[in-house]
T-cell receptor, first 113, second 114 residues
Framework: GNSVTQMEGPVTLSEEAFLTINCTYTATGYPSLFWYVQYPGEGLQLLLK?????DKGSNKGFEATYRKETTSFHLEKGSVQVSDSAVYFCALSDGGSNYKLTFGKGTLLTVNP | NAGVTQTPKFQVLKTGQSMTLQCAQD?????MYWYRQDPGMGLRLIYY???????DKGEVPNGYNVSRLNKREFSLRLESAAPSQTSVYFC?????????????FGDGTRLSIL
């Protein structure tokens, strides 16, 4: 079956530091890959996505590249802000009959001023 | 811009009580989903509805039932609540069927069972 493994954290950084959150996956076929962000007390919001190999998704300074050879989709940001403090989830959809998402366990990021 | 609306936002139940969590979306989406979120477990799919009139079990369906009342609404029912069902519940929806389509989430229902 499908699975997503992401670094569990928590991750604590100072403002303006570089961020990497690792995500690797196991799936049949050619899945689409997503990063979602959950701010405290809120639901999940789509941060970025990539739908085929070598695609780069980007949004709000965050980037992730779909690497089929390493089955990875690592999230990066060059300079984090306090407002980026949240839980980040990596997820995939393999296009199965009902397009269900498989999520990683989430990574809590705290950015200190 | 309501998107996906869940009610209630918070609820405390006693073991054995029943309740229904409500979810409604105003985006004319076909597919709707119920997840639970537990610490260290990520999100796990409880039930989903690919289209109006259909429902299917997800990863952790035991102890739950669902109803797809119409295209907009998808409810989750706990018939006899247990402490193990203490969790945060999220409803999500997606429109055009395809693996590239993201899901849109509500803000969650925080449920505690004593």
């Amino acid at each position: 079956g499908n699975s997503v493994t992401q670094m569990e954290g928590p991750v604590t950084l100072s403002e303006e530091a570089f961020l990497t959150i690792n995500c690797t996956y196991t799936a049949t076929g050619y899945p689409s890959l997503f990063w979602y962000v959950q701010y405290p007390g809120e639901g999940l919001q789509l941060l970025l996505k990539a739908t085929k190999a070598d695609d780069k998704g980007s949004n709000k300074g965050f980037e992730a590249t779909y690497r089929k050879e390493t089955t990875s989709f690592h999230l990066e940001k060059g300079s984090v802000q306090v407002s980026d403090s949240a839980v980040y989830f990596c997820a995939l959809s393999d296009g199965g009959s009902n397009y269900k998402l498989t999520f990683g366990k989430g990574t809590l990021l705290t950015v200190n001023p | 811009n309501a998107g996906v609306t869940q009610t209630p936002k918070f609820q405390v139940l006693k073991t054995g009580q029943s309740m229904t969590l409500q979810c409604a979306q105003d985006m004319n989406h076909n597919s709707m989903y119920w997840y639970r979120q537990d610490p260290g477990m990520g999100l796990r799919l409880i039930y989903y509805s690919a289209s109006e009139g259909t429902t299917d079990k997800g990863e952790v369906p035991n102890g739950y039932n669902v109803s797809r009342l119409n295209k907009r609404e998808f409810s989750l029912r706990l018939e006899s609540a247990a402490p193990s069902q203490t969790s945060v519940y999220f409803c999500a929806s997606t429109g055009v069927r395809g693996k590239n389509q993201p899901q849109h989430f509500g803000d969650g229902t925080r449920l505690s069972i004593l």
